[in-house]
């Protein structure tokens, strides 16, 4: 079945960076896309990025382009979200999430399968 596995989160102080990774099983990556979406305390699930597991076509939310770059390893079924510049308001649990086919957006209802998250702290 198809799991996916976020790693990488942790407290950083603002200002620094933190490289998530979502390892992927029971799928190809080639034929799939990947999203990174997060959920701060008393706020609703947001995408951040996601990319096409074919071409690497990637998106970003307005907020965190030029600061967040999305990447992928097909080799590796893994696709990585390098955050530099964090803030304190990228203070979340950070998810992946796959779908089959191309990236087009980051609506969450478009995921079919979620992984538990990892926990992202910016503070100082």
């Known amino acids: 079945q198809v799991q996916l596995v976020e790693s990488g989160g942790g407290l950083v102080q603002p200002g620094g960076s933190l490289r998530l990774s979502c390892a992927g099983s029971?799928?190809?990556?080639?034929?799939?896309?990947i999203g990174w979406f997060r959920q701060a305390p008393g706020k609703k699930r947001e995408g951040v990025s996601c990319i096409s597991g074919s071409d690497g076509t990637a998106y970003y939310k307005d907020s965190v382009e030029g600061r967040f770059t999305i990447s992928k390893n097909n080799a590796k079924n893994t696709v990585y979200l390098q955050m530099n510049s964090l803030t304190p308001d990228d203070t979340a649990i950070y998810y992946c999430?796959?779908?089959?086919?191309?990236?087009?957006?980051?609506?969450?209802?478009?995921?079919?399968?979620w992984g538990q998250g990892t926990q992202v702290t910016v503070s100082s």
């Open positions: 029971g799928f190809t990556l080639d034929a799939y896309a």
């Open positions: 999430a796959t779908h089959g086919g191309l990236c087009n957006g980051l609506s969450a209802s478009w995921y079919d399968y």
